[in-house]
């Protein structure tokens, strides 16, 4: 089971990243897939879930309306498109997949990590 995040960076507050999340050794369709965020000092927090087969989506709040969770199950690949960055948003942005959406990180399968840096 392999979890590889890319798309991190630096970028000013306002601007947008696109994370992606490429998946591989289980069934993708078979797997919700979450997003978390660390930033230093602070604990992992929630960030979004697609379910699996893909029919639905959730977000925290802080995120609404400025983040958007997609996937292209062809690439068994899911996104994370965030708009509108915060200096606060600066993060360790982690996938993970597990059987169901939760906002607890009882995920079976992490990735690594892409670090986002939202200068203000």
């Known amino acids: 089971v392999q979890l590889v995040e890319s798309g991190g960076g630096l970028v000013q507050a306002g601007g947008s990243l696109r994370l992606s999340c490429a998946a591989s050794?289980?069934?993708?369709?078979?797997?919700?897939i979450g997003w978390f965020r660390q930033a230093p000092g602070k604990e992992r927090e929630w960030v979004s879930c697609?379910?699996?087969?893909?029919?639905?989506?959730y977000y925290a709040d802080s995120m609404k309306g400025r983040f958007t969770i997609s996937s292209d199950n062809a690439k068994n690949t899911v996104y994370l498109q965030m708009n509108s960055l915060k200096p606060e948003d600066t993060a360790v942005y982690y996938c993970?997949?597990?059987?169901?959406?939760?906002?607890?990180?009882?995920?079976?399968?992490w990735g690594q990590g892409t670090q986002v840096t939202v200068s203000s």
């Open positions: 697609i379910s699996s087969r893909r029919g639905n989506t």
């Open positions: 993970a997949a597990d059987l169901i959406c939760s906002r607890s990180s009882r995920y079976d399968h």
């Open positions: 050794g289980f069934p993708f369709d078979d797997y919700a």
